[in-house]
């Protein structure tokens, strides 16, 4: 009978000795390339090069040294076909049976800052068609893409020699697995469309969740391959582990204070909705304007801020029940203060907003758009009455927070402060009186209003008129435009058109 050979040529050396040991005293035989060789050689295995194999000397720089009939006629030769059999026998081709293969490192260098023909010499080409080979034949080889296997693959043949079908099945789902991501991540990288004909998703898992939005739905948290942003990587620095619910709030609540970046922001999140937006000029401050804003909404929420957190911070933060605080830093006085509670999850951010698309799963379809990163440049007073500029400055702010509020969208501002935010709702005018009198209830003094998208009716400003709002922003589009400037006109309230409506959905 003839001995049994694995092919193994691997950029992850973890693990590997120990399971090639195993493999060569159960009479199998190593063959290896380049690096790998030389790892396995050293330890006093006794592999095989790549070129004995085939009789074809490596070339190209290494680019060139499994693509032959040798290796890849090893590997897809069906052993219950005659005439594949004989084939491999005239040709005096070995059969493979094992394959173990990881691939160059492309994805830890799709956004390395490196030029473009560096990032292309990581494209692996011999390592993915070795693992397609072996895969596709299954049911005689056994492919080996993660150092997490060994264990399984030796546990099953010390067990009974071999591997199991169902194994080997399951294994060759990741090879597959494996390759369309990889491959997802290089034609990112060299079509650069935004929208390609086929669309591809290049994700790697980092853990397990708990479960979902709610208990009784599983969960996964996965990362880009292809993109640095501000979820992908963080340090926890103290808490629980997170959940499907803390991640997606987490997303929304850096995204609000990323949008103030020559500003001290605070954002407080609650259902994936902002229940608080401030700014201000020391961090004690900021956080405490923006616990103001919801007093009752932010308990069990968490808080975002773009600033380094300090010890009288932390001090404030620990007087209300968080989930989750989060920052670009903290100091050490600081973090000692949060940390005397064990469940609050301490999370360091460590990159900016980078998402530059928006994905929206629809049964049997995927949505695709480019996200909502933009303001109007072309903001016009259309009112006879003029906004002073503390009003200007004050719907500019409420305009940055409503975009991060579901439609209907309504956010009432005194100008460093979310007081009122009307979210969600079927009609404008519920979410209006909503927000303004929430604003009221905490606030006496001058309030304006945001929009994110147009009055279609006069309405809005006969209400904003009636509870006191000074001054409103809005993007109009809308064919009654004209009876809400006229309205507001008739109540001599500045009113602003950006062009520029920000649904949220």
Same mark, same amino acid.
């Given at each position: ?53 085939? +009789? ?249 801020? +773009? ?199």
């Amino acid at each position: 009978m003839a001995k049994k050979r694995a092919l193994i040529s691997v950029s992850d050396k973890s693990g590997l000795l120990d399971f090639a040991k195993f493999l060569e005293a159960n009479g199998y035989e190593l063959i290896s390339t380049g690096g790998t060789f030389k790892h396995l050689n050293e330890a006093g295995l006794n592999p095989v090069q790549i070129n004995e194999v085939t +009789n074809f000397p490596e070339m190209l720089d290494g680019r060139v040294k499994t693509l032959h009939p040798k290796v890849h006629g090893g590997l897809l030769a069906v052993r219950s076909n005659e005439e594949h059999m004989k084939t491999v026998q005239d040709h005096e081709i070995g059969l493979i049976d094992m394959v173990i293969v990881n691939l160059y490192p492309f994805f830890a260098h799709a956004n390395a800052d490196i030029s473009l023909d560096e990032k292309v010499e990581f494209i692996d080409i011999g390592g993915p068609s070795m693992l397609r080979s072996g895969a596709k034949n299954y049911q005689s080889v056994t492919v080996i893409t993660n150092v997490e296997d060994y264990t399984l693959v030796q546990k099953e043949m010390e067990e009974s020699g071999n591997t199991t079908l169902e194994t080997r099945k399951k294994l060759a789902g990741k090879v597959f697995n494996l390759t369309s991501a990889y491959d997802a991540a290089i034609s990112k990288m060299l079509l650069e469309e935004e929208y390609p004909q086929y669309l591809n998703a290049s994700y790697q898992k980092v853990s397990d969740l708990r479960y979902g939005e709610n208990p009784h739905q599983t969960a996964a948290y996965y990362v880009s391959t292809t993109e640095n942003g501000a979820m992908k990587d963080f340090d926890i620095l103290g808490g629980k582990e997170l959940s499907f619910n803390n991640l997606r709030d987490m997303d929304l609540c850096w995204k609000v204070v990323n949008e103030f970046k020559d500003e001290m922001a605070c954002c407080a999140v609650k259902h994936s909705t902002p229940c608080g937006v401030a700014i201000g000029t020391t961090a004690v401050e900021t956080y405490k304007k923006t616990f103001e804003c919801d007093p009752v909404s932010i308990f069990g929420g968490i808080i975002g801020m +773009n600033f380094k957190v300090d010890a009288a911070t932390a001090e404030e933060l620990n007087q209300t029940f968080l989930e989750i605080v989060m920052a670009p830093d903290f100091d050490e006085e600081a973090l000692e203060i949060l940390r005397k509670k064990k469940n609050l999850r301490i999370i360091k951010i460590k990159n900016p907003v980078s998402d530059a698309q928006t994905w929206v799963k629809i049964d049997g379809g995927m949505l695709v758009q480019d996200n909502d990163n933009q303001f109007s440049e072309d903001i016009k007073t259309v009112t006879q009455t003029k906004p002073t500029e503390a009003q200007q400055k004050a719907l500019l702010f409420a305009q940055r927070v409503v975009k991060y509020v579901k439609s209907n969208a309504i956010v009432v501002s005194n100008g460093v402060q979310a007081l009122g935010i009307g979210g969600g709702q079927v009609n404008r005018i519920w979410a209006t009186q909503h927000a303004v009198e929430r604003a009221k209830e905490k606030f006496s003094g001058d309030l304006v209003l945001a929009s994110d998208a147009f009055f279609p009716f006069r309405d809005v400003v006969d209400f904003c008129a009636k509870e006191g709002i000074k001054a409103i922003i809005q993007p109009g589009g809308s064919m009654r435009d004209e009876d809400s400037i006229k309205a507001a006109d008739e109540y001599e309230i500045p009113m602003l058109l950006t062009g520029m409506r920000h649904f949220l959905h």
